[in-house]
């Protein structure tokens, strides 16, 4: 099992920035590709960025690339995203997720692990 907590969410204006956190506990943290899901009120849940095992290698979804930078540390057990330049519709809960594979997180399926949301406003 793996235990994912997310932190570091709260209320900013356009333009501003946050910066994610999710911590690990568990099994080896290293094993797994992370990523990071939003879901907006009345919105299905979508892909904002993906990190692989080893941090070499990072994907974006459109809308937040150039403004959102995910980066790992495997021996502090951490995934973070920091979110800069942040517009009104980056309004959501923010989910950390755990898969075996970077494909896997990219698809959204399957995820072995989400933590339990953290919220980000931002006023326009």
């Known amino acids: 099992q793996v235990q994912l907590v997310e932190s570091g969410g709260g209320l900013v204006q356009a333009g501003g920035s946050l910066r994610l956190s999710c911590v690990a506990s568990?099994?080896?943290?290293?094993?797994?590709?992370m990523g990071w899901f939003r879901q907006a009120p009345g919105k299905e849940r979508e892909f904002v960025a993906a990190?692989?095992?080893?941090?070499?290698?990072?994907y974006y979804a459109d809308s937040v690339k150039g403004r959102f930078t995910i980066s790992r540390d495997n021996a502090k057990n951490t995934v973070d995203l920091q979110m800069n330049s942040l517009k009104f519709e980056d309004t959501a809960v923010y989910y950390c997720?755990?898969?075996?594979?970077?494909?896997?997180?990219?698809?959204?399926?399957?995820?072995?692990?989400w933590g339990q949301g953290t919220q980000v406003t931002v006023s326009s």
């Open positions: 997720a755990a898969a075996g594979s970077l494909s896997m997180v990219l698809s959204g399926t399957p995820i072995d692990y």
């Open positions: 568990g099994r080896t943290f290293s094993n797994y590709a």
């Open positions: 990190i692989s095992w080893s941090g070499r290698n990072t």
